[in-house]
Structures are given as C-alpha cells and as structure tokens.
C-alpha cells in the first residue's frame, strides 16, 4: 500500500499589520529628494486635517459655551415659568405666589411691577425697564444678587433707591449714591389729561449680570414704591416662578395652573425664547456641516497623495509581490501610510483645538490689543467675554468622523496599489 505524500505547506504571506508590514509603511512616509512633492502633498493633508479638527472643535466650544452663557444669563434674571393674569387684575398675588412655591420642583414664586420708563441722568436719556421687587424676594434672584459690583440690595428700603446695571450707569453719567430720574407716561389723571410721572430715586446699588442688553436696560425698586409709581395700588403685573430644572417647565405647567386657582395666562422660557435658541441651534449645525468640509478636503489630498504614491512605487509594489507579498499586505501598507497621516494629523488637531479652547479669552485680548479693535463686541455678541465650553461627546464625535474620513480616503489608493500586476510593472524594466 502506497503511503500518502504530503502537500507541501502554503505560505499565506505575512501577519496582517506585522512588523515587516510598519516598516514598510513608516518608509514611504520618509521622502527621498524624487519624493518631495508627494512629500508636500502629505505634508498639506496633515496641516489640512490639523487645522480642520481643531477648528472645528474650537468652533463647537465656543458656540455652546455662547449658548450656555446666553441660557444662564437669561434665566438667571427672568424667572423660566411667567404667571399673568386674564381675566382680572392680579391683586390676589402674594396667595397666587404662596400657593405656586408649595408645588413640587418650584424653588420660588416671585410677585412683580413691571412697567416702562425714561431714565435720565446727568447728560443722556435712555428706556428702561423697571421691575419692582418685594425685600424678600430679591435675594432669590441669582442673575442681580450673585452679581452686585457696588452698594447692597438691602438698602432698597421701600422708601425708595434703584439698583441699576453698569453699563447703564455708565452710559447715563450715575455713580453710587447718584439720583436717577424716571419719567413713565402712566402718570396721574387731570382735566388736562395724563400728565408723566417724573421722579428720581437714589442709585443704592450697581450690578452687572455680564450680558450687555440687561446690563443697560433693566432697574429694580422696591416693590411697593413701583406699584405707587406705575398707579398698580395692591396689584401685581405677573409672578416669575423659578424651577429647580428649566427642562421640567412643561411637566410642572398643569400643576402650575391648578395651584394659582384662577383665570392665569402661563408661558415658559422656551416659548419666549425660542425664536433665538432656534437660532443659535441652526447657526451651530450650518457651521459644522461648513467646517466639515476642510477636513474632507484634507482626506482628497490624501487620496491624490496616495495615488501618486503608488504610481511612483509600482516597480516597488512589483517586487514585493514576487518576493511573496500578497495582495492583502500591499493594500495594508498603503492603508498604514495614508492612515498614519489622518490619524496624527486628528489628535494634533485635537491637542490644538484644546489648548486654543482653554486660552480662548486670553487669545481674544491678544487680538484685540494686536489690531485696536473690539473682537468680541458686548453690544454685538451681548456678553462681555468670549465663551468656550468643550463638550465630551460632541468632541469625540469630531474625533471618530475626522478618522473615518480619513480612513475612508485610504482604501482606494491602497485597493489600487493591491491590484497592480507585477508583470505589467515590469515588463519595461
């Protein structure tokens, strides 16, 4: 009986991403002196996909950090749910604002006058908003109390005294202990007709909430003095109801209009805000989908790069293959190489983008001194400083698609490179 012969073993190439295939790899990343415009042309996909990843992040950073500024300045003076009556006027407010704060993930209920006004100080006139505030309640307001620069909320004695923001105390020429006259066209009825109400009132307090518009617009008296100014004798205009979470504004909003017990009209922050997160939030997707577009840039640069790489390494490929290279290992070398420059180039930008996001203010200054001009405008922009806030997932997701992208952009070249015929490669050699 013969015995069986066995086959002789196959060779299966080398282990995929092995030590041979790095080499490999790490070589044609290194130009020679031929090399020098692939060399220029990696060298551009790397400082395109840097500065794209950190761009964008920088970008994201600081439009949620605008957002998220904007939001707590917002609702940091204006309470997130607002009370307002119907069907009479609201003379019943201090059981109104009792009954409210007693329901689950209500922080406070806060009655208030609020009305229109003149304001005129030494040289300049401007409209303001005044609101009127009970002693008690004045302190549950974190946009003014956290906020004060100069004097004290407890001196809004009911017999009178203002706190007004800095940059309308600045504008209007009032310093601490200044009087700042009103003028409201609600004043008192004669045969004549209504004649305004002019009066002046001690500023006892400066406050600055770091948002521009507030900053100049609104002036907080005693409650009591602004229902005898706007002619609300035992009224209140609405009653601003702070939430222990602004999301739960439409959960509690049934609740809220069973315990106030009469005709109200209920609006939350969402509603009277929603115009300009609406905004924001468009403003931030259009910009990423724009800055998306220098990474992807980068990743053609890749791809013509890569290209030109494997036309210019034929000869190379051709050999390798006769050598006993397969198909498989020649399309990992050049998925290595084209991958190495997207994958550094992503964390350099990562590592730019964050130091840029952590000196972002520093950076603005710097600008600004540098030009002589106002980059980040108050007036414009309604905060005082340039925000950034980083957020985790939204920075990884910026990670994994400046990497897929990359990635993406190496597989045809690479693919390319594997289906090169070594006889065609060197049949003129």
């Not at 190439?13 to 044609?28: C, H, L, N, Q």
């Not at 600081?62 to 119907?86: A, C, E, T, W």
């Not at 003379?91 to 009655?111: K, L, N, T």
């Not at 208030?112 to 100080?121: I, P, R």
Request: aromatic share 8%; charged share 20%.
């Amino acid at each position: 009986m013969a015995k069986r012969t066995s086959a002789p073993a196959r060779t299966n190439g080398t282990r995929p991403f092995s030590r041979f295939e790095w080499m490999i790899a790490g070589r044609y990343l290194r130009s020679r002196r031929r090399e020098t415009f692939i060399s220029v042309i990696a060298g551009f996909s790397f400082a395109g996909i840097m500065l794209g990843v950190a761009t964008l992040i920088v970008v994201m950073a600081v439009m949620n950090g605008f957002r998220s500024q904007l939001f707590d300045k917002i609702l940091g003076l204006n309470g997130h749910v607002i009370v307002q009556p119907m069907d009479s006027p609201l003379s019943d407010y201090a059981g109104v604002a009792q009954r409210i704060a007693g329901v689950s993930g209500v922080v406070s209920a806060i009655p208030l006058v609020e009305g229109q006004a003149l304001a005129s100080g030494e040289n300049a006139s401007s409209g303001v908003l005044v609101r009127g505030i009970r002693d008690e309640d004045m302190s549950r307001i974190p946009g003014v109390s956290n906020n004060i620069r100069l004097g004290a909320l407890a001196d809004l004695t009911p017999k009178g005294g203002v706190a007004i923001g800095t940059r309308l105390a600045m504008s209007l020429g009032l310093a601490l202990g200044d009087r700042l006259t009103l003028v409201s066209p609600k004043g008192n009825v004669t045969p004549l007709g209504v004649t305004p109400r002019i009066k002046s009132y001690p500023v006892v307090a400066i406050f600055e909430i770091g948002m521009s518009e507030y900053d100049s617009t609104f002036v907080f008296m005693p409650f009591e003095e602004a229902q005898i100014y706007f002619n609300m004798d035992g009224q209140a205009s609405a009653v601003e109801i702070y939430l222990r979470h602004p999301d739960l504004a439409g959960t509690l909003r049934p609740q809220i209009e069973t315990a106030a017990e009469r005709q109200v009209l209920v609006t939350d922050w969402r509603e009277r805000n929603a115009t300009f997160f609406s905004a924001l939030e468009v403003e931030r997707n259009v910009m990423f989908l724009i800055l998306m577009l220098i990474v992807l840039v980068a990743a053609l640069n890749i791809i013509s790069g890569l290209t030109m790489l494997v036309k210019d390494k034929s000869h190379d490929i051709a050999i390798l293959r006769t050598m006993g290279a397969t198909r498989g290992a020649i399309m990992r070398i050049f998925f290595m190489t084209g991958a190495a420059i997207g994958t550094i180039g992503t964390f350099a930008g990562f590592l730019l983008g964050v130091v840029i996001c952590l000196n972002v203010e520093t950076i603005r200054q710097f600008i600004g001194r540098l030009t002589q001009t106002d980059v980040f405008s108050p007036e414009l922009y309604f905060l005082s400083q340039l925000p950034a806030e980083m957020d985790t997932g939204e920075t990884v997701s910026v990670i994994l698609m400046a990497l897929g992208l990359s990635y993406l952009a190496t597989l045809y070249p690479a693919w390319r490179a594997a289906r090169l015929d070594p006889v065609e490669a060197l049949r003129y050699e």
